[in-house]
């Protein structure tokens, strides 16, 4: 298993272009999944296989005070968020809502753009 480095971008961004496994925002490139918060984006360790994995993904509730929507682009297909994982959001005041990582990329952008409090956990995508 390659490791995932610790990748940080100290900014929020949209999100310019997305697959071949990664994403382009800010005039750079990333290979992997993107976990996109008002404190920046980071790179996380989820795949397809495992669309909800790594601890990173609780970096979202440390900011959660930055966040009121989550959206989670779980690949090209929609994925239902694990129970626990749902209610830990729910409990911190943050609204879940699981789409395509495509999807949630417009979605992202078009939220980000109106200055709305949303993050977005991004899998990358072929």
């Not at 994925?79 to 209610?87: K, N």
């Not at 809502?97 to 999807?103: E, N, Q, R, Y």
Request: charged share 20%; aromatic share 8%; glycine share 12%.
């Amino acid at each position: 298993m390659s490791e995932i480095r610790d990748a940080h971008y100290p900014r929020s961004a949209p999100i310019d272009a997305y697959g071949n496994g990664g994403f382009r925002f800010a005039d750079m490139s990333h290979r992997g999944s993107l976990l996109c918060l008002p404190s920046g984006i980071y790179g996380w360790a989820a795949t397809l296989e495992q669309p909800f994995a790594g601890e990173r993904l609780l970096k979202a509730l440390e900011d959660a005070e930055g966040i009121r929507f989550m959206l989670f682009g779980t690949g090209p297909d929609i994925r239902r968020l694990p129970p626990a994982l749902a209610e830990h959001f729910r409990r911190a005041g943050i609204s879940v809502d699981p789409m395509s990582t495509g999807a949630a990329v417009r979605t992202y952008n078009i939220m980000l753009g109106e200055g709305r409090p949303v993050g977005a956990a991004l899998v990358a995508v072929d």
